[in-house]
């Protein structure tokens, strides 16, 4: 009552030359104060709703998206990133104004792990700290950069002493949107050679699981991880098929293969990819794609080989059921003895599913990879062969944190000791 007599109150000082000259009749005046009450009850309407949970607000250089503190079914990891952080980590649905505009996003996990690993520890360990930085530098062009902290063992050793964590810049893009059916950027990238390496980027709360498949983990030698160079990509309707496609240069592995080429190509051969999907409207939620990669890579000095990779998943993204299949072949030929060919196999499995109970925040899943890796290939000498199981159990604390709990069994040669491992994470975003 004291607001509306206060708006009421402003509202006729507002009008003095109204009000005074209808001093002498009551009923106008009271017609008045009626009018200005009607138009004070229809602002707090609007009040109320703006301020109702979910409501779009608009300042004057940015678009605010408030998401409810308690939803009914939490998103999908990665519907729900795309929903808060956008595409590569930028806040969705942003209009600025004012360039350039940065914006930060971040993940971090705690495990904890027990194995009977002869030589393994077990206990706590401090998961990747992940960095999303992105500003927008025109309507059209916009940077992304992806930053991580991982713990170091040796942390605190040697003189001058080791830092306690390794700094690493996981991915740097500038990147020129001109339209959905072309974009052009530059850059440091995950490699676009299957889905897993482009859907789950750094940050653990972003993938149903806790571990990476083996074929495409950080650090891991049979897949490139990292390209640097240039991308053009663009997605074409294609009558409902919705037709997506990337094609890169770059200088494809380093001297050390499980890493990019940072500092330049080190066999002056550009590497190149081509990557195609589809997610058909008809089928929401299946995508179907395969990609090939050509390089030449030198894992010791004067010795070279041509390398193509061939790779192709099936995905079935929605939550109940989640379903991701994926198969990747590595064939190694020696430039000096073209003879010598070799063909590395790597596949796996993955299937999980929302349970209609409640809020739906459980969520179980199962993983079977097998890796082949043959004698003859000695770019890959020393992976050995794998097959494996995982499975866990994934809980969503809220929107954006989840606890998850896993095992493994995993047989890393013939003839080898099954190893088997526990593993406790809570991961979230913020």
């Not at 990665?78 to 942003?94: C, K, L, N, S, V």
């Not at 080791?162 to 991915?171: D, H, I, P, Q």
């Not at 983990?217 to 409902?240: C, D, I, K, N, T």
Request: charged share 20%; net charge neutral; aromatic share 10%.
């Amino acid at each position: 009552m004291r607001v509306r007599l206060g708006l009421a109150c402003l509202l006729l000082a507002a009008l003095p030359g109204t009000v005074g000259a209808q001093t002498s009749d009551a009923a106008s005046q009271a017609e008045l104060i009626k009018s200005l009450a009607a138009r004070i009850e229809q602002l707090e309407k609007r009040i109320a709703e703006l301020e109702a949970p979910g409501t779009l607000t608009r300042t004057s250089t940015t678009v605010t998206r408030e998401v409810p503190a308690a939803a009914a079914a939490p998103l999908s990891p990665r519907a729900a990133i795309e929903a808060i952080h956008g595409e590569h980590g930028d806040p969705a649905g942003t209009d600025v104004q004012e360039y350039p505009s940065l914006k930060l996003a971040g993940f971090t996990d705690l495990n904890f792990s027990g194995t009977n690993q002869p030589g393994a520890k077990s206990g706590f360990t401090e998961g990747q700290f992940i960095l999303h930085l992105n500003s927008a530098l025109s309507r059209k062009v916009n940077f992304f950069g992806e930053m991580s902290f991982t713990a170091r063992p040796d942390a605190g050793t040697g003189a001058p002493a080791v830092t306690g964590f390794n700094a690493e810049v996981e991915r740097s893009i500038v990147r020129l949107d001109y339209n959905d059916y072309f974009k052009l950027s530059f850059g440091r990238y995950h490699t676009p050679i299957n889905y897993w390496n482009t859907a789950y980027h750094h940050g653990q709360w972003l993938q149903t699981t806790v571990s990476r498949p083996e074929m495409i983990q950080f650090g891991g030698r049979l897949l490139p991880v990292h390209f640097v160079g240039a991308l053009v990509e663009g997605a074409v309707p294609a009558s409902g098929l919705n037709l997506n496609y990337n094609f890169g240069v770059g200088n494809g592995r380093g001297n050390v293969i499980s890493r990019g080429g940072d500092a330049g190509d080190n066999n002056n051969n550009r590497a190149w990819l081509i990557n195609t999907f589809v997610k058909p409207d008809a089928l929401f939620g299946l995508q179907i794609g395969g990609s090939v990669y050509r390089d030449k890579v030198t894992p010791a000095a004067g010795l070279d080989f041509h390398e193509w990779i061939t790779s192709a998943h099936v995905v079935w993204s929605k939550e109940d059921p989640e379903v991701i299949a994926e198969f990747a072949n590595v064939r190694h030929t020696q430039f000096d003895r073209p003879s010598v060919v070799s063909n590395s196999q790597a596949w796996y499995t993955q299937v999980g599913y929302r349970l209609p109970l409640g809020p739906r925040l459980w969520k179980p899943y199962y993983r079977f990879e097998y890796i082949h890796i043959p004698r003859s290939d000695s770019v890959f000498r020393g992976i050995p062969t794998l097959a494996g199981s995982v499975v866990g159990l994934r809980y969503d604390l809220s929107t954006f944190t989840a606890i998850k709990f896993e095992y493994r069994s995993q047989r890393r040669a013939p003839g080898q000791p099954q190893i088997n491992s526990g593993f406790v994470q809570t991961s979230f975003t913020f």
